[in-house]
């Protein structure tokens, strides 16, 4: 393989890709020429985006790059060595991906692998930082629908279904955050965790008639000894970058909303905030190309409810607006970002001159060394409280 190939990530046949395509475009057209039209009429759709004007096109162009810009920070923070200008290119040409393919989750994470392997980071190291960043961002989407719901409360508008939904939440948001600690806490917690969630996951590839994955104890192990000194170092960096790129989406869409005319009093930010928050939730389930049509019309039904159909048209407005800023703005960005990636060499680097450029020489025989790990493991185990 060549240091420009990129390297496939799944064993998925062409013609599986082939019904994936057109069950994705099924679904987009059945949801933007069957649904949508139901909530909003597409002519006062369009008008009402027609009537925006340059400067608050332009100002919505302008902070949908700062919510690009912001999760190089996130994968700056996750990876150590890793450049901001290395973070822009492998972010933006993956999301690229990930956007315009069947898919192109998966796909995405070849180009990211490919990418930050020439430029000398290893497998190992990727792997964890991917691992890490996909945690953090599930806090984040967890924790901001209960937050959003707290909200609701103090505004008094709290229902049943809304009081049920945020006892899940925090429910769920609490295993998770248990788990991880338990996970981070000792070796044995670790093993006894990954194999319970190997079993699981190993059941659950056995009804789909899948090859267990296996060795889920050694894994949990692995991943304990090399996330605990990252995550001891960088975790508050990781929790502000993080948190800091969930806000900035949510801006982009609560201004799309603001420029078209829908005000505070007919849809407060914090009902934005919920909707954005449950919607975040629903995207996270890969059923299109970067959740086109899904995200849509997940925002339509939660934002248009009790609306007129003026004010209707103008949410979806808005929504359309942000879609375009969000989805379609990093896929021009990502083909410029993959042709500078073929094109310059000047990044390319081995482990060990990634490792010394990093300030860790000898990272890669630290690794290796059995000595080193009991060192590491007795290191990472935090001291009992007194």
Same mark, same amino acid.
């Given at each position: 393989m060549t240091d420009a190939d990129v390297p496939a990530v799944d064993g998925t046949p062409p013609w599986k890709r082939v019904v994936q395509a057109a069950i994705s475009i099924a679904i987009v057209v059945g949801i933007f020429a069957g649904v949508m039209p139901?909530?909003?009429?597409?002519g006062d759709v369009f008008e009402t985006i027609a009537a925006m004007s340059s400067v608050e096109v332009g100002s919505l162009v302008l902070i949908g790059i700062w919510n690009l810009v912001t999760y190089w920070f996130v994968l700056?923070?996750?990876?150590?060595?890793?450049?901001?200008?290395? $973070?822009?290119?492998?972010?933006?040409?993956?999301?690229?991906?990930?956007?315009?393919?069947? %898919? +192109? +989750? *998966?796909?995405?994470?070849?180009?990211t692998v490919a990418m930050l392997t020439s430029w000398g980071f290893s497998v190992p190291n990727i792997a964890r930082s991917a691992v890490i960043?996909?945690?953090?961002?599930? &806090?984040v989407k967890l924790g901001m629908p209960? &937050?959003?719901?707290?909200?609701?409360?103090?505004?008094? /508008?709290?229902?049943? %279904?809304?009081?049920?939904? *945020?006892?899940?939440?925090?429910?769920?948001?609490?295993? #998770?955050?248990?788990?991880?600690?338990?996970?981070l806490r000792s070796d044995g917690l670790a093993r006894s965790i990954g194999r319970t969630v190997g079993n699981t996951v =190993?059941?659950?590839?056995?009804?789909?008639?899948? /090859?267990?994955?296996? /060795?889920?104890?050694?894994? *949990?192990? +692995? &991943?304990?000894?090399?996330?605990?000194?990252?995550?001891? =170092?960088?975790?508050?960096?990781?929790?502000?970058?993080?948190?800091?790129?969930?806000?900035s989406l949510y801006l982009v869409l609560l201004l799309a909303l603001r420029h078209v005319g829908v005000s505070q009093n007919e849809l407060s930010w914090i009902a934005v905030l919920a909707a954005f928050s449950f919607v975040r939730l629903i995207s996270a389930l890969p059923i299109t190309p970067g959740g086109v049509g899904v995200?849509?019309?997940?925002?339509? $039904?939660?934002?248009?409810?009790?609306?007129?159909?003026?004010?209707s048209a103008q949410v979806v407005a808005a929504i359309l607006v &942000?879609? $375009?800023?969000?989805?379609?703005?990093?896929?021009?960005?990502? %083909?410029?970002?993959?042709?500078?990636?073929?094109?310059?060499?000047?990044?390319?680097?081995?482990? #060990?001159?990634?490792?010394?450029?990093? +300030?860790? !020489?000898?990272?890669?025989? =630290?690794?290796?060394?059995?000595?080193?790990?009991?060192? #590491?493991?007795?290191?990472? =185990?935090?001291? !009992?409280?007194r």
């Open positions: 139901r909530i909003a009429n597409y700056v923070a996750a990876l150590p060595g890793l450049r901001t200008r290395e $973070a822009a290119v492998v972010n933006q040409a993956s999301t690229a991906v990930s956007n315009t393919m069947p %898919a +192109g +989750g *998966a796909i995405g994470v070849g180009v960043t996909g945690i953090w961002n599930n &806090f209960v &937050f959003a719901l707290a909200l609701l409360a103090l505004e008094g /508008d709290v229902t049943p %279904a809304r009081l049920a939904a *945020a006892a899940i939440g925090i429910g769920v948001l609490v295993a #998770a955050a248990v788990t991880f600690a338990l996970l =190993d059941w659950l590839r056995g009804l789909v008639r899948r /090859d267990p994955v296996g /060795d889920w104890e050694e894994r *949990a192990s +692995g &991943f304990r000894r090399n996330a605990v000194g990252l995550l001891r =170092d960088r975790w508050l960096a990781l929790t502000v970058a993080t948190l800091v790129s969930h806000v995200v849509e019309l997940g925002y339509a $039904a939660t934002m248009t409810i009790g609306l007129d159909a003026t004010t &942000f879609r $375009a800023v969000t989805y379609l703005l990093p896929i021009p960005l990502g %083909a410029g970002s993959y042709v500078i990636w073929r094109s310059n060499h000047s990044w390319r680097m081995s482990e #060990a001159e990634r490792n010394r450029f990093a +300030g860790e !020489p000898t990272a890669l025989a =630290d690794a290796a060394s059995p000595q080193a790990e009991d060192t #590491a493991e007795a290191q990472a =185990d935090p001291q !009992p409280t």
